[in-house]
């Protein structure tokens, strides 16, 4: 039966088919010398004042729907950083959760908050779109890349100066995904050809991780309470979409995760 996380993956593969045809990656490499170098990523979160917060920027989901009538990205990452988020991630993904590159570079030309583009990533072509519009990190998902090349184009990634977060659901990867490269593990609390979710998961995998990653817990963050399981546990940082999404005052949620109202 062909799963949620299938049908995104076909899809993938045909919208970089129509993207190679449409603009070269010859034109994308020409293009790099002039992307200045952003923010790190990774020091952003290992340097974080308690868990670290990258805070999500996307509109919809194939498990919600619409999260955010009103969604202006320039007005969400203002707050985000006025709010003293750590890091700020942008849904590009067009077909099933409403987002685009266009939504990456305007946040990428509003604030200077470090940036991950949080993208199904199949192909080099994505590395380069990132690193063009402004990311400071790409993600890999290792349910989506199998065999060597989760690790082949994590190396990529880091030759073009973007930081890898590899996130994993299934812990038969987990020793694909230590070995890929990366300094920073997502541990994704929500099943991708499913969409349950729950926290338990990063609960479960945390201990086989060795101390020397930076681990990020995503998905399924709603209250001061998870946050502070998760970090006693030994997640470093937390990546939340849906609950900032969803609230009227991105300020006062973030006050609350973090137990500071």
Known sequence: METILDKIVARKKEEVFLGRKNIPESDLLKRLGNVPQPCSFYDALANARGIGVIAEI????????VLRESFCPATIAKEYESSGVDCISVL?????????????????????????????????????????HGASAILFIAEVLLGDDLKHLVGEAIKLGLEPLVELYDACHLSRVLDSGTRLVGIN???LRTFV????????LLP???????????????????????????AKA??????????????????????LD
């Not at 570079?105 to 583009?117: A, E, F, G, H, Y």
């Not at 060795?210 to 946050?227: A, H, M, R, W």
Request: net charge positive; hydrophobic share 35%.
């Open 58 to 65: 996307k509109k919809a989901s194939p498990s919600a729907g």
């Open 92 to 132: 590009t993904d067009e077909h099933f959760f409403q987002g685009s590159l266009k939504d990456l570079q305007i946040v990428s030309d509003t604030v200077k908050t470090p940036l991950l583009r949080k993208e199904f990533v199949i192909d080099y072509y994505q590395l380069l779109e990132a690193k063009i």
């Open 189 to 191: 609390n929500r099943d």
């Open 197 to 204: 979710t729950s926290l338990d998961h990063t609960l479960d």
């Open 208 to 234: 086989k991780i060795p101390k020397s990653f930076l681990v990020v817990s995503e998905s399924g963050i709603q209250t001061n309470k998870d946050v502070e399981k998760l970090k006693n546990a030994g």
């Open 238 to 259: 937390i990546l939340v979409g849906e609950t900032f999404m969803r609230s009227g005052n991105i300020t006062s949620t973030l006050k609350t995760l973090k137990g």
